[in-house]
Nanobody, 124 residues
Framework: QVQLVESGGGLVQTGGSLRLSCAAS????????VGWFRQAPGKEREFVAA????????YNVDSVKGRFTISRDNAKNTVYLQMNSLKPEDTAVYYC?????????????????WGQGTQVTVSS
């Protein structure tokens, strides 16, 4: 069982930065891949980025285009999403999720555990 808690969301102006954190319980966190998804009001949940337990990274290039960076600190059981050059269209609830899989991490059905989400609002 893995429990995930997101933090770091908030209100920021266009062009600003935020760093989201996903803190996980459990001693086997290093064996999980972790992904970030987001959901804006009235829209479907969208993949943002993921980092596998093997260390590989993938991004939704169309959405983040080099602005976001995912990283992990297994000693702290935490995955981070550094978000730079934020735009109003980045406004959403951001969720982290954990998966035992290491492939196809852009698909939400791969994930076994989900956090409650953190709100990110980017003002224009």
């Amino acid at each position: 069982q893995v429990q995930l808690v997101e933090s770091g969301g908030g209100l920021v102006q266009t062009g600003g930065s935020l760093r989201l954190s996903c803190a996980a319980s459990g001693r086997t966190f290093s064996s999980y891949s972790v992904g970030w998804f987001r959901q804006a009001p009235g829209k479907e949940r969208e993949f943002v980025a993921a980092i596998s337990w093997r260390g590989g990274h993938i991004y939704n290039v169309d959405s983040v285009k080099g602005r976001f960076t995912i990283s992990r600190d297994n000693a702290k059981n935490t995955v981070y999403l550094q978000m730079n050059s934020l735009k109003p269209e980045d406004t959403a609830v951001y969720y982290c999720a954990a998966a035992t899989a290491w492939d196809n991490l852009a698909t939400d059905y791969k994930y076994n555990y989900w956090g409650q989400g953190t709100q990110v609002t980017v003002s224009s």
